[in-house]
């Protein structure tokens, strides 16, 4: 059975930093692309960042490039994403997820980031 | 950047109803590359269609997609009670991926 299980959400400042974490099991992690999608309090789904298998190719939303970091080990079957200089606008629940070939086949459950003072 | 819009933004109909969910593209979504996704509260959202019309594993025949270019239409032909959710649509033809609003079903 594929699992997603995202943490390390909670209460920050703004300006403040985050990184959750999604542990992956049931599938083979090295096979797929993945993502992050975040949803704000009562608000629709916004992608946010995906990466391939290796590594070796990122894209960012624009509202978060330069202040978020997507990253994963393989030998862990773990996906990150380090967040930075963090702004209220950044309060949602945050999702990982697959990515096939574009699309979303299995979600974690998500973690809530409050970013408030 | 394609934008999509969905409507109507709330969909009220009773069970057995048929339901019409609509996504309209700013631009054309290349290789009917558009999937559909139901998220109940609480709930990470369920991959419903993709590819604009094949179901993904486990999803029951009364949901149908169908479009190209930029406008697809999800088609639920008998509302079954847990069928009452909000429903988004998603582009994978280009970066940054995309979602419409969403499209609440709510019971009548």
């Known amino acids: 059975e594929v699992q997603l299980v995202e943490s390390g959400g909670g209460l920050v400042q703004p300006g403040g930093s985050l990184r959750l974490s999604c542990a992956a099991s049931g599938f083979t992690f090295t096979s797929y692309w993945m993502i992050w999608v975040r949803q704000a309090p009562g608000k629709g789904l916004e992608w946010v960042a995906n990466m391939n298998q290796a590594g070796s190719e990122k894209y960012y939303v624009d509202s978060v490039k330069g202040r978020f970091t997507i990253s994963r080990d393989n030998a862990k079957n773990s996906l990150y994403l380090q967040m930075n200089s963090l702004r209220a606008e950044d309060t949602a629940v945050y999702f990982c997820?697959?990515?096939?070939?574009?699309?979303?086949?299995?979600w974690g459950q998500g973690t809530l980031v409050t970013v408030s003072s | 950047e394609i934008v999509l819009t969905q409507s109507p933004g709330t969909l009220s109909l009773s069970p057995g109803e048929r339901a019409t969910l609509s996504c309209r593209a700013s631009?054309?979504?290349?290789?009917?590359?558009l999937a559909w996704y139901q998220q109940k509260p609480g709930q990470a959202p369920r991959l419903l269609i993709y590819?604009?019309?094949s179901r993904a594993t486990g999803i029951p025949d009364r949901f149908s997609g169908s479009g190209s270019g930029t406008d697809f239409t999800l088609t639920i032909s008998r509302l079954e009670p847990e069928d009452f959710a909000v429903y988004y649509c998603q582009q994978y033809s280009s970066l940054p991926r995309t979602f419409g609003q969403g499209t609440k079903v709510e019971i009548k």
């Open positions: 997820a697959t990515d096939y070939y574009g699309y979303f086949q299995h």
């Open positions: 631009q054309s979504v290349s290789r009917s590359y």
């Open positions: 590819g604009a019309s």
